[in-house]
């Protein structure tokens, strides 16, 4: 297994980035601002990205496993590798998530903890209902880890 940096042709990603967030002109907002990482297991199994708020805190900003390798360990070996690799430049690493029972444990296992809310961020720039776990999503739910 390995992780490596994506650099050239981030695009080829775009399909794998929207697995993890289903707005197209999201995605194509944050797409080039900031790292792309593979981890790669016999394949890509996991992508993500990590932008830079400012000079204190990044955020992981999208993580997609294919939904046949989810549970296998993959996202939690990206973030323990994100947290790593993030540690000496920046002191916080966010995320932010929906309030889903399937997203918001993973993120507190892997070590983040809830921080502040934006209410309605779903409804207000999703085109459609987003619905995970039979959750309908509303509010985007950051959480943040000292690095």
Known sequence: MKIKLITEH???YFEWLLLADEQKEL?????????IWALEDDGVKTVSIVIFKDEQTC?????ATLPSHQ???YGKKM???????YQPSYQYMEVGTGDSPKTIPFYEKCGFKRDHVI?????DHYDHPIIEDGVLLKDMIYLKKEL
């Open 10 to 12: 981030k695009e080829d």
């Open 27 to 35: 995605v194509e907002a944050y797409l080039y601002q900031g790292d």
């Open 59 to 63: 955020e992981l900003k999208n993580l």
């Open 71 to 73: 549970g296998h360990g």
């Open 79 to 85: 973030i323990q590798f994100l947290f790593s690799y």
């Open 119 to 123: 209410p309605n961020f779903f409804l």
